[in-house]
């Protein structure tokens, strides 16, 4: 399946194979946060997920599919956090050695959880040196299977059971907003529910000085960002859509929100006081922009995916003394 755009049937197949490994994770609702939004907000609380997040999915799903001798060399993946953690427990699970290239300022609480599933770790500086380089690097000095973050047809087809199981908990949904890096979870999603359904809209939310998805929608191709702006949205912090993942979102999309730092850090605090769910600001983006922009009609459901919950203490602290 390297290197061709994914289906329906793939991301099913990835459910299978998911089953009695990665958790069901709920949908949570507050009377309050419906009435802060203007519509039915329903939460899936992907930080609830192995890891903290919902890159456990597609990190699991990808290392299952190795052969017998690519498992004993083993793998190398590079991401700020969310998808090294998934790719770190999948490892340990399946008895697979992983190296993780980590950038130098990726959150304490996101670096401690890899090494605690016994993958190691090289560093590089996110100015000056460049992740996939590395991992390349690497891979070709050692044979090792690099674990892409999103550009893969199996790490798509993981992160689309998500959709699959909205589908089943809330199959009169109006829309789901999603939370835009390189677009994985994003193009799962769509696969599944263009099957499942239908007649849902799907939008996507991320960063204001990230917002290659953005620009590429209203200009027809991928656009790159040439310098963007630090942002706490770390997991969110890719300057140019997936070209797999671009093939399926260009056409599912009806929209993209953009929001800011403090949009996320409100999100997070009003998540944690109605739901109890802690979030990251990436992991917040979607219900961000819910808050932010009312954009849905009361009687609509939206689901919006609380995509991740590693979040240093500071930050969470920030984020409740708003």
Not at 17 to 27: C, D, N, S, Y
Request: aromatic share 6%; hydrophobic share 40%; with cysteine.
């Amino acid at each position: 399946m390297n290197g061709r755009v994914p289906n329906f049937e793939d991301v099913s197949s990835a459910s299978k194979r998911l089953e009695g490994h990665a958790r069901i994770t709920p949908l949570l609702q507050s009377n309050r946060i419906n009435e802060i939004c203007g519509c039915s907000v329903i939460l899936k609380a992907e930080a609830y997920q192995k890891g903290g997040a919902f890159k456990y999915r597609g990190a699991r799903n990808r290392l299952s599919q190795l052969s017998f001798e690519e498992s004993q060399i083993g793998v190398v993946a590079f991401s700020s956090g969310n998808h090294a953690i998934g790719v770190a427990i999948s490892a340990s699970e399946l008895g697979i050695p992983a190296i993780i290239v980590m950038p130098k300022d990726a959150p304490k609480v996101k670096v401690d959880t890899v090494l605690s599933y016994g993958a190691d770790i090289h560093f590089y500086d996110r100015q000056t040196e460049s992740r996939e380089d590395i991992a390349y690097d690497i891979s070709r000095g050692t044979g090792r299977v690099i674990v892409p973050s999103f550009d893969d047809p199996y790490i798509i087809s993981g992160q689309g059971t998500i959709g699959i199981e909205i589908a089943k908990q809330c199959p009169d949904l109006y829309a789901v907003v999603v939370n835009l890096g390189g677009g994985g979870m994003c193009a799962g999603i769509s696969l599944a529910l263009q099957s499942l359904c239908p007649e849902a809209k799907i939008y996507g939310a991320e960063p204001q000085d990230y917002n290659d998805h953005q620009m590429s929608l209203e200009a027809g191709e991928r656009k790159s960002l040439s310098s963007p702006a630090a942002t706490l949205c770390d997991a969110l912090m890719t300057p140019q859509p997936g070209e797999l993942t671009w093939a399926v979102n260009s056409k599912s999309l009806s929209g993209v929100f953009t929001v800011s730092d403090e949009d996320c850090l409100c999100a997070m605090a009003l998540a944690k006081r109605e739901l109890d769910i802690t979030l990251e600001p990436g992991g917040a983006a979607s219900f961000a922009a819910m808050m932010k922009y009312r954009p849905f009609s009361p009687s609509q459901k939206i689901v919006v995916i609380g995509s991740g919950g590693n979040v240093d203490a500071e930050v969470m602290a920030r984020a409740l003394n708003l």
